[in-house]
């Protein structure tokens, strides 16, 4: 990760990612008011590979998530930012590979080149699987991401991804999530789950079955993730 220094807060002047608009209108009878950012669509991309039984992460400074991490009083524009007190290392995530619709191509070619540029993996579209898409930053932006699944192997791997590929930001690629820990015990977990609900209609659930909800609850969520069939929970 290359190292991050020099941080200043300045107003925005002008940017081809962003812009910032105020929307008018009446609801119920009252005019109100509503400010909005008109950013770009986007892509997400869930990268399993079955060489290694993991799941493909990124890791980067994300330079939001460092300003969303300083206190009021010094967020002041045009002043440097302390980085003893803030360390860049609070703006790093762990986060999908993803990015943005820039291009006049099919969204699915933009997931395919984003794999490669962040990632190293040259992956053929046929093995992409989109998974769905929905609206992400509802209270400002409501852009529309679109995300895949696919399955990759280390032969698919053609470079470290990342700044050879032109980028601003370094990018890591971390090996996080044994797909088997996310996926084990998938059918225990929902035999145990069927008999929680027995217990809990007859009144005797105990901690250890409480407890077996709270791991079904995080498979059910990482299979819902990997676009798996998902169990109604009452």
Same mark, same amino acid.
């Given at each position: 990760?290359?190292?991050? *220094?020099?941080?200043?807060?300045?107003?925005? $002047? #002008? *940017?081809?990612?962003?812009?910032?608009?105020?929307?008018?209108?009446?609801? =119920?009878?009252?005019?109100?008011?509503?400010?909005?950012?008109?950013?770009?669509?986007?892509?997400?991309?869930?990268?399993? =590979?079955?060489?290694?039984?993991?799941?493909?992460?990124?890791? #980067?400074?994300?330079?939001?998530?460092?300003?969303?991490?300083? /206190?009021?009083?010094?967020?002041?524009?045009? /002043?440097?930012?302390?980085?003893? &007190?803030?360390?860049?290392?609070?703006?790093?995530?762990?986060?999908?590979? /993803?990015?943005?619709?820039?291009?006049?191509?099919?969204?699915?070619?933009? /997931?395919?080149?984003?794999?490669?540029?962040?990632?190293?993996?040259?992956?053929?579209?046929? =093995?992409?699987?989109?998974?769905? %898409?929905?609206? *992400? @930053?509802?209270?400002?932006?409501?852009?529309?991401?679109?995300?895949?699944?696919? $399955?990759?192997?280390?032969?698919?791997?053609? %470079?470290?991804? @990342?700044?050879?590929?032109?980028?601003?930001?370094?990018?890591?690629?971390?090996?996080?999530?044994?797909?088997?820990?996310?996926?084990?015990?998938?059918? %225990?977990?929902?035999?145990?789950?069927?008999?929680?609900? %027995?217990? &809990?209609?007859? @009144? $005797?659930?105990?901690? *250890?079955?409480?407890?077996? =909800?709270?791991?079904?609850?995080?498979?059910?969520?990482?299979?819902?993730?990997?676009?798996?069939? #998902?169990?109604?929970?009452?």
């Amino acid at each position: 990760m290359d190292k991050v *220094s020099n941080i200043v807060i300045k107003s925005l $002047e #002008q *940017s081809k990612y962003i812009k910032p608009l105020t929307m008018h209108f009446t609801q =119920n009878g009252t005019n109100r008011t509503w400010d909005i950012l008109s950013v770009h669509d986007s892509v997400a991309i869930v990268i399993y =590979n079955i060489t290694r039984n993991v799941l493909v992460l990124v890791k #980067q400074f994300r330079p939001a998530v460092y300003f969303g991490c300083l /206190a009021e009083e010094d967020r002041k524009v045009g /002043a440097t930012v302390d980085t003893q &007190k803030y360390p860049p290392e609070i703006g790093i995530t762990l986060e999908l590979c /993803a990015g943005i619709v820039d291009k006049a191509i099919a969204e699915i070619e933009i /997931a395919k080149e984003e794999i490669l540029e962040e990632c190293g993996y040259d992956v053929p579209v046929t =093995n992409l699987v989109k998974i769905g %898409s929905y609206r *992400s @930053g509802v209270g400002t932006s409501g852009s529309k991401q679109v995300c895949y699944y696919c $399955e990759v192997t280390d032969e698919m791997k053609v %470079s470290s991804g @990342g700044e050879q590929h032109g980028r601003e930001d370094q990018l890591e690629v971390k090996f996080k999530w044994k797909y088997s820990c996310i996926l084990q015990n998938y059918s %225990s977990c929902q035999q145990q789950y069927v008999k929680r609900n %027995s217990l &809990k209609r007859s @009144g $005797e659930t105990t901690n *250890s079955h409480i407890s077996t =909800n709270k791991k079904f609850k995080t498979v059910k969520v990482s299979c819902s993730i990997l676009g798996r069939e #998902q169990l109604d929970e009452e």
